[in-house]
């Protein structure tokens, strides 16, 4: 029995009300943006500077007492969490616990790091420390724009390589739905103030990847259509386009969530920022490649005949096939 989350054949009609959609996604980027602006970003020590202290012990980990005896030493802001992972043996409890820089300095010194390690030891007499990651703000700094540069460079390739391959209309869309995704992803990590560290950057990467997949294939099947159904409308071959590509979208989309929702769940602290971030781009990738992307191409127009040159509606580069 074949599994589907909708029928081979519909016929929803998905652009009766584009200026809601576009309105909505509209509203919510300057919530976003108005978040990141005056809320900012509650930035991790891989942007802030600070160190990192892995530690395992044989006693399970008790956070509060852990926190309650760094508190003494008056560091600031100290992040502890117990790290889970299915490979770990029954007696084998780790935590991370994560010390920003102290004005003034670059990085946390060694008489603090041994401060803390002395505190800890006085919790859990058996604890070990098994690593200890420190970086430094300047170093912090070039991360930040190095990281604001690969985003941009990744939403500007992919500008280019649409336009090459469909037409510009095409590549406004398609770039429109990605920046959509980009802002509502750093919007809800403003919002919920759920750290915001370099597997954040590699999370947004990947959802610039996975947006892009899933509007190609919809605008692949837009310019097959464009050819097919000459006479008909354009808001009418774009329904067609969408509702023949609706299941397999749906289906890649849900399958993906399950697989990250289960990592959510099993897959430990270390990585649920990532995952977290990757669960909320797969909803709005799905979401922006319907009604963002092609509601915006719907809006500018696009050339029908892709067999005859037409100089009055867009420029059409080269066939170039993925």
Known sequence: MRLKLVRDETSFDFF???????GISAVMMAIAFASFIFQGLNFGIDFRGGTTIRTESAEPVDVGAYRAALQQLELGDI???????PSFDDDQNVAMVRIAAQDGAEAVTPETIQSVEAALQNVAPDISF????????KVSGE?????????????GAVLVYIWLRFEWQFALGAVAALVHDVLLTIGIFSELRIQFDLAIIAALLTIVGYSLNDTVVVFDRVRENLI?????????VLNISINETLSRTLM?????LL???ALFVLGGDVIRGFVFAMIWGVIVGTYSSIFVASALLYRLGVKRDWDKPDAGAGTQFADIDA
């Open 16 to 22: 009766s009300r584009t200026k809601l959609w576009l």
């Open 79 to 85: 992040v502890i969490s117990e790290v889970f992972d």
């Open 130 to 137: 098994t690593s200890v990651e420190s970086v430094g703000p």
């Open 143 to 155: 991360l930040i724009q190095t990281a604001i540069i690969a985003v941009l460079l990744a939403i």
């Open 228 to 236: 097919k159904y000459k006479k008909r409308d354009l808001k009418e």
């Open 252 to 256: 890649t989309s849900m399958t993906t």
């Open 259 to 261: 697989a990250l929702i």
